[in-house]
């Protein structure tokens, strides 16, 4: 068989295109006689070899229903490319058609079908042969061109960056990079995910370096990253202080302040209506009770923080002392007592809000036979081991109370047997 061909060197765009062109070049059969093109492409990352006017007649892979025929093509691309893209068209053979291409040491036609235009990924400075089976076609033009990284799809990252409080909120996708098999994501905090489309959610502070890898759909395996940060900003710590810590309808007045001078705002919520927007404030309670307060803060990068506490206000110094009591015969606790039991085991006062505390018990002689600094410790009726026998009792009581207030009082018990 004779070829008549003609060869043309173009440049044009800092491409090379190697074209050639036939006059009925017959492509038949599978075996040795199957015509061979040797198709360069090193030396620039983005050549083209073009063929046009090849009729193919014959049958190639007859276990294939249509017939096919085969054309060979030895290919080498550049150290700078990625891979190719086989394409054919003109003639009997729509653009966009499927077709066979089989790599070297493959076996059967089937192995990979492709369509013009797509990429194929191949290894550089590497010799293919690729084989085309396709059915019969008459005058098809083949084209062949090197596909380099700038050919590949660029990934393009939404914003490049964020910025936000903690716990930060981020969704992340790629604007551009529509057609792709894998994406990975790395969050820059030691998690990653595989979506399209990520959702998440950073709970330190802190900036954070965020790649995406992604490998291209259209055959071609090869990855790509871009770049984007994110800074997480730290919310306002606040510490509360106030005083009286226990306030009541004798001092019912409560002073706050916040401590952290990075605050900029602040919203109290005193838990009984009322409010104040001053970082430092004071609140006047007008009956005793629990009141969840609370106060919403704002510094200075725009980031919130809120804090809650109880504030319970009591009744002032009051003070309830028994005037009898009937001891445990069988044993001493030693005046420890609870006071939600209601054994009258022990005689104790009934006080709240203490600062400072002494009890002390005498007998009809003036002499003291017991003595307490511990408000959780009261007189059993025991002394020295032995019960008290039953009679009038003399004791003493002075209380200095968280408000500063000052008791002393005096008074009789009756032990009862």
């Known amino acids: 068989m004779t070829f008549f061909y003609k060869i043309f060197l173009i440049i044009f765009l800092g491409f090379c295109a190697l074209q050639i062109s036939t006059s009925n070049l017959y492509a038949q059969g599978c075996g040795s006689d199957v015509p061979e093109f040797n198709v360069n492409l090193t030396g620039n990352p983005d050549s083209i070899w073009i063929i046009e006017g090849v009729d193919r007649i014959g049958t190639c892979c007859d276990f294939q229903s249509p017939s096919y025929t085969c054309l060979k093509f030895k290919v080498t691309i550049d150290s700078e490319a990625k891979g190719i893209i086989f394409s054919v068209a003109g003639g009997t053979m729509p653009s966009n058609t499927d077709f066979k291409l089989l790599l070297e040491n493959e076996t059967g036609c089937e192995s990979s079908t492709y369509k013009s235009n797509e990429i194929l990924c191949l290894n550089p400075e590497t010799t293919y042969s690729l084989v085309f089976c396709q059915p019969d076609g008459n005058n098809n033009n083949f084209t062949i061109k090197s596909v380099s990284q700038k050919s590949l799809p660029n990934i393009s990252l939404t914003g490049k960056y964020a910025e936000g409080c903690q716990p930060y909120e981020v969704t992340f ?20 995910s595989i979506e399209p489309i990520p959702f998440h959610v950073y709970n330190d502070t802190g900036k954070y370096n965020i790649s995406l890898k992604i490998t291209y759909e259209q055959n071609c395996k090869t990855t790509s990253s871009g770049d984007i940060f994110v800074n997480v900003l730290y919310n306002p710590d606040i510490v509360v202080s106030r005083s009286p810590e226990k306030p009541d309808m004798t001092n019912p007045e409560v002073s706050f302040n916040i401590s952290t001078k990075e605050i900029v705002q602040a919203l109290w919520d005193f838990g009984d209506g009322d409010t104040s927007t001053l970082l430092s404030t004071s609140h006047t309670y007008s009956d005793t009770g629990r009141y969840l307060a609370n106060v919403q803060t704002l510094n200075s990068f725009g980031c919130e923080n809120k804090s809650s506490f109880v504030i319970e206000v009591g009744a002032g110094n009051s003070f309830v002392i028994p005037s009898a009591f009937m001891p445990n015969t069988e044993s001493s606790s030693e005046g420890k007592y609870d006071i939600n039991e209601h054994n009258n085991f022990v005689f104790y006062p009934i006080v ?65 047997r």
């Open 173 to 192: 996708y790629d604007s551009k990079t529509t057609k792709a098999e894998t994406f990975n994501w790395q969050f820059g905090d030691g998690d990653s």
């Open 352 to 416: 709240d809000y203490v600062k400072k505390y002494n009890l002390q018990i005498y007998n009809r002689w003036g002499e003291m036979i017991f003595t307490s600094d511990e408000l959780s410790k009261g007189w059993d009726g025991y002394y020295k081991g032995t019960l008290c026998k039953q009679d009038v009792y003399m004791w003493k009581i002075e209380i200095i109370f968280l408000n500063g207030a000052h008791l002393k009082k005096a008074g009789n018990v009756t032990l009862l």
